[in-house]
């Protein structure tokens, strides 16, 4: 399979021993995918990316295999409920492991949607960029979608990262990210720069960025007696 | 003198006492599953639990220089819950991972025929996964407690020098060091046990397969007793090695029977975060706010 063959040839060996118990008995991929990184190997994968977020570590590609045994091996019923405990009771590495591996199953949106979802409620940048990371982002729905988008950039998950972009960034996550970067310039700190993009083609939510950057510019340095300008955007809560 | 405080609940310490910790000289602690001091009433407290104690707490301890790691289980009290005995239904899948370096707290409390039911599970369990085991011995009816305990090691076919019995004082030591299991002693301020007590069973025993730990937890309970027994040590004429067999030697040689001690320094990193959320308050580090 082609995901096995970037693996180096020690892993391969080791993954093979857990691949073949899970074919033999699948119930084992409950202890075998936790106990995976341990058994079989750890550390980045083809990305360089020890926490996983530019792309999967290696132990989250030897736990796709195990999933992916664990899908030839069982009716889809129960690939989807073991899919949801392995998600449920796993640390964080192997929750991102999961979501990795998603675009694998062939599991229908009613069983990948509860997982991103759960992800895309916390704050670690590592399961962010997995829900968003591969093409199973395609269950969620456009609100979902882009509050996904907009927590990447809060916590500094690289756009660059996630999957379905280019298809899905539509004008109403222009206008979130837009006003996002306005909050952030009246609270005194940096547009992230992977707001831009996302602005591209939206002159109109692009120019209100722009526009509040000046006005702040402004504000700092006010001519004697001038009043300084108020912010065309009130500030929110995060 | 680096200590290995082999039990401990800092889930239910704060940050002052990891600090005071890392300054006596603790560098990694063993923090079995037990109760709350009230009862849960369901799997999912538990699974929430396990969960902290694999997560949050390790990275909590990291941030003070201390290796956390943890056993887990069903304890003695709540397996007579019967809302809560599917806790063993999902405990291998917790077994299985990380960090996890013995199945406990296990053994008795009320002595019930539900508290042995669990108890002998949780021994096939230990076996399978190749893990030691941490068993607690009752607070009530101790010694007929202990030697139950003792019966249920033999006929589990699980070696003797992987199972840990705790909470010894004077009248239970002699037959859990007959078993040849290894004997655990918690030093409280003022109840079980105390350090010149310890200082005593030590000078007529000796030190092999003696692991002194604080339990701390929610109660009236000391995190540096394992300090304070050390001290109690050198001033009795023990040397600072024997001191350091039994705070550091001892609980590594038997925890390392798992294969998985990680006892390399841990570096504290202040603007680390654990699945996005930091030890800070008020200001944060940038990005990955709230």
Known sequence: MAETTGLPAPVRERLAALTAEIAADPARIATAFPAAARRAGRGPGPSGDPAGIAGPTLDDL??????????????????????????????SDEKRAVLRALPRLGLPDAAV????????RGNDPRLLAAALGTPAAAALDDAAWRHGVLKCLFTGVPVGALALVAERADAELARMVADHAVERIAAGRDVPADAWPLLAGHPAHRAAVERAAADRAAALAPAPGAARPAPDHPRKEA | MRIFDPHIHMTSRTTDDYARMHAAGVRA????AFWLGQPRTGVGS????????????????GQFGIRHHCALALNPKEANDPRCAGVLDVLPRYLAKDGVVAVGEVGFDSQTADEEKAFRRQLDMAAEHGLPVLVHTPHRDKAAGTRRTLELVARSGIPPERVLVDHLNETTVAMVDDSGCTLGFSIYPDTKMDARRMVRILAERGLERVVVNSAADWGHSDPLSTARTGEAMLAAGFTEADAERVLWDNPVEFFARSGRLLLDEAVPDEGATFAGNSLLRGARPEPGEG
């Open chain 1, 62 to 91: 030897v736990r796709g295999e195990l999933l992916a045994a664990l899908a030839k091996a069982v009716p889809a019923d129960r690939l989807a409920a073991e899919t949801a405990d392995l998600y449920r009771y796993g640390d």
């Open chain 1, 113 to 120: 949607a509860p997982l991103l979802a759960d992800a895309l």
């Open chain 2, 29 to 32: 602690v063993v923090e079995p």
């Open chain 2, 46 to 61: 538990f699974t929430d639990y396990f969960d902290a104690l694999v997560g949050w707490e390790r990275f909590r301890a």
